[in-house]
């Protein structure tokens, strides 16, 4: 366990040795500064019976820079340790390759709150300002926060296996960008493609991250993306796993 | 499966040796990195591990430091299978690979925590621990820097304290000099050295004059077999090259050759000619001396003797001779 913390420090920190988590940082908070910014606009277009919360998580605004930020985060994790060579003081330690796996990620999934911890604030500020509420009841704020860690944890679990694919970030990043996109897209398929077969539809509803923010951030909390995403995770570090493996064993 | 494999459970590795290696093969594919390695090293020895670039050092030490499995084959280090009890192996080695991998965004001190942590240093050793091989390695000048701002040197110093910092029992170095300038190749020797009072070494080099300053014992690899393995002054002593002696003299008379092939102590003779002098390279048995008959052979049929030189053979005349293409 302690070996695991000491791994689980060091990948956190990593993204703050290099200038990345601070752009990273900087550009996130500014275009989901600017979503939250088109959020309330909406609001101020005539009586409405949403709330901030609902309005800030389900616009376009919100969605783009969503899914951009995986790839950056998960690029380095493995990528890195393969281009520097690092890879092999790291496998050489006394530590399993579990411990290794489940640092790296649970070191992106850290960083991903750290991102998402200031967006807290942009709620206090609209309540002290308008005084107003930004949301009816705090369900909405503990929906919106839990569906975001929950498609976070399945994206950056894609972005893991990804970088542990290639030594080069680049690679790495490409590889993500494009499966992580797919997953988010599929989503939207029966709405692009005007599906009105009700099962066709249904199915869809299940992976669509856009509807269960939909759901989620009024407050409604449903067990079936829980379920869904966490064992898609767990799929994703079993491959993470296999990969990390195959690459020690076939270096 | 391999026939050798099934009884793996079955052998008792002797707990007095530090490394163990029996019928050790890598394969990758296409080719053959090592083939049936079989060596011991015991407790407090300092081995050079020698041979040409590819002769398959590298894969061997990766092997015994549990960073890749052998084909077939098995290894112990201080009686814990590096396959089957990877992780106490593990815990007995302080590995430098080669190149010395670093975290190049980390500050020197900061990284020697990291992994003196990793390696399961308690807590409340670890500042005394990290401090201790700062100054070991003479880096408390640049504890605090970054370790892509280092030159070489002391990135290699970095990687030697990185290796050290768990006070393992067994150190494999890969490679510690590659890349250095004399005077930091020097200084790195001389920490080797040192540390080797206590502790059991594996170095891989292919710098020949580094292991006769610090190794108790060499083992020679070529094309991934082992071709000897003894002390270096064994292997000179031992070896066909043991030695030779140059013989220039303009002479008369044609039988000469012969006659000093019928020394005692002289193994072969090669002639040539420069001008209207002969050239003779003798090549001599291990411990022969035969200077002086040479000498009275000479006298006895006025040759007229222009230059006489023995020359020693070096561990260089050795090794060429172990890994030469077609020895």
């Known amino acids: 366990m302690k070996t695991f913390f000491t791994l689980l420090g060091r990948e956190v920190k990593s993204y703050f040795y290099s200038p990345i988590a601070y752009v990273v940082l900087f550009y996130f908070l500014l275009l989901i500064g600017h979503a939250f910014y088109y959020g309330v606009s909406i609001l101020n277009r005539g009586p409405t019976e949403i709330t901030v919360v609902e309005a800030f998580f389900n616009t376009v605004f919100f969605w783009f820079p969503f899914v951009l930020i995986f790839p950056l985060i998960t690029m380095r994790t493995y990528s890195e340790e393969f281009r520097m060579g690092t890879f092999e003081p790291l496998t050489t330690a006394p530590v399993t390759d579990w411990q290794v796996v489940l640092a790296k990620y649970f070191g992106a999934v850290t960083f991903y709150i750290i991102l998402w911890a200031p967006t807290f604030s942009y709620f206090a500020i609209f309540q002290l300002v308008t005084r107003h509420l930004a949301a009816y009841a705090n369900g909405a704020y503990f929906g919106s926060y839990l569906l975001l860690l929950l498609v976070g944890m399945f994206y950056i679990s894609i972005g893991c296996v990804a970088s542990a694919l290639t030594s080069d970030q680049i690679n790495a990043a490409v590889i993500s960008f494009s499966a992580i996109t797919v997953c988010f897209f599929a989503g939207l398929l029966s709405f692009v493609m005007m599906v009105t077969d009700p099962t066709l539809k249904n199915l869809n509803s299940y992976i669509s991250t856009v509807e269960h923010m939909a759901d989620f951030s009024r407050g409604l909390i449903d067990s079936r993306p829980i379920v869904w995403y966490l064992s898609m995770t767990v799929l994703m570090l079993m491959i993470n796993f296999q990969v990390f493996q195959y690459r020690k064993w076939k270096s | ?327």
Not at chain 2, 10 to 35: D, Y
Not at chain 2, 170 to 177: F, G, S, V
Not at chain 2, 250 to 270: E, F, H, Q, Y
């Open chain 2, 1 to 327: 499966m391999d026939p050798r494999d099934t009884d793996r459970a079955l052998k008792v590795p002797t707990v007095a040796s530090m490394i163990k290696v029996e019928n050790l093969t890598k394969r990758f594919a296409g080719f053959t990195a090592i083939k049936n390695l079989n060596f011991e090293v015991a407790k407090g020895e300092v081995v050079g591990f020698l041979g040409p670039n590819g002769a398959g050092k590298t894969t061997t030490m990766r092997i015994l430091t549990g960073y890749m499995p052998a084909t077939s084959g098995s290894a112990w280090i201080a009686g814990f299978d590096v396959f089957g009890q990877s992780l106490e192996a593990r815990k007995r080695i302080g590995y430098l690979p080669e190149n010395t991998p670093l975290y190049h965004d980390m500050r020197v001190n900061e990284y020697l925590r990291y992994r003196a942590s990793l390696k399961g240093v308690e807590h409340r050793r670890l500042k005394e621990r990290v401090s201790d091989v700062i100054e070991l390695c003479a880096l408390k000048e640049k504890e605090r820097a970054i370790i892509g701002t280092l030159s070489k040197g002391q990135r290699q110093r970095v990687g030697l304290a990185d290796a050290l910092v768990h006070d393992p029992d067994l150190l494999i170095l890969d490679e510690p000099t590659i890349g250095l300038d004399p005077n930091q190749i020097r200084s790195v020797r001389e920490l080797i050295k040192n540390l080797a009072n206590k502790r059991t070494v594996l170095i891989s080099t292919h710098i020949l004059p580094e292991v006769e300053i610090m190794c108790s014992r060499v083992i020679v690899i070529h094309q991934g077999e082992i071709r000897a393995s003894d002390t270096a002054e064994n292997l000179l002593k031992n070896h066909r090259a043991a030695g030779n002696l140059r013989l220039e003299a303009k002479i008369n008379g044609a039988a000469a050759r012969d006659s000093l092939l019928a020394l005692p102590g002289v193994k072969d003779v090669t002639e040539e000619m420069d001008g209207d002098i002969s050239i003779f390279n003798l090549r001599l048995e291990a411990n022969a001396d035969p200077a002086e008959e040479v000498m009275s052979l000479a006298v006895r049929n006025h040759w007229r003797v222009r230059e006489m030189t023995r020359r020693r053979a070096t561990l260089e005349d050795v090794f060429v001779e172990l890994t030469h293409a077609d020895a």
